[in-house]
C-alpha cells in the first residue's frame, strides 16, 4: 500500500480510451417464469496501470464497464446504445436468467472506427 507524502510529486500512467457506440440487439425475450432476466454489459481497459495482467481483456490497466446502467431488455426486442473502447479488444458479457437456469456468455469484440456496426444476441 502506498502512503503518499505532501511534498513529493507523484507520476501514473492512466489510460483513457476513445468511446465509440455500438447497437447492441437483445432479442427473444419471453418470459415463462417470473424473475426471467436478459442484460449485456461491456467490458473494456481503462484507468490506472498496474502490475499483473487482467486476464478479462489481456490488459495491464483496470477494467471500466459500460456503466451502472445495466442493459437490460424488457421487452422481447431492444436496442441499446453501448459504450466501447475504440481500437481495442472489448467484452461482452450476456447474462440469461430463462426457466430458472442463469447462464454467462462472453464475446470479445475488436472495435474499430467502421466495426462492427451493430450486435445481436437471442434470449
Known amino acids: 500500500m502506498i502512503h ?5 510529486a507523484y507520476i501514473e500512467n492512466i489510460y483513457i480510451p476513445k468511446k465509440r ?3 447492441v440487439t437483445l432479442k427473444g ?3 415463462q417464469q417470473s424473475g426471467s432476466h436478459f442484460e449485456a454489459i461491456s467490458y473494456f481497459a481503462w484507468g490506472a496501470e498496474y502490475e499483473g ?3 478479462l481483456i489481456d490488459t ?3 477494467i471500466y464497464r459500460s456503466g451502472t446502467d445495466r442493459y ?6 431492444q436496442t441499446f446504445k453501448m459504450p466501447f473502447a475504440l481500437n481495442e479488444n472489448n467484452v461482452v458479457i450476456i447474462s440469461k436468467l430463462k426457466n430458472g437456469v442463469a447462464t454467462r456468455d462472453t ?4 472495435v474499430t472506427k ?5 450486435l445481436t444476441f437471442e434470449y
Do not use: F, H, M
Open 60 to 62: 495491464n490497466y483496470g
Open 114 to 118: 467502421d466495426s462492427p456496426q451493430r
Open 53 to 55: 495482467n487482467n486476464k
Open 107 to 110: 464475446c470479445k469484440v475488436y
Open 72 to 77: 437490460v431488455a424488457k421487452t422481447e426486442k
Open 4 to 8: 503518499p507524502k505532501r511534498d513529493t
Open 21 to 23: 457506440y455500438i447497437n
Open 29 to 31: 425475450l419471453n418470459p
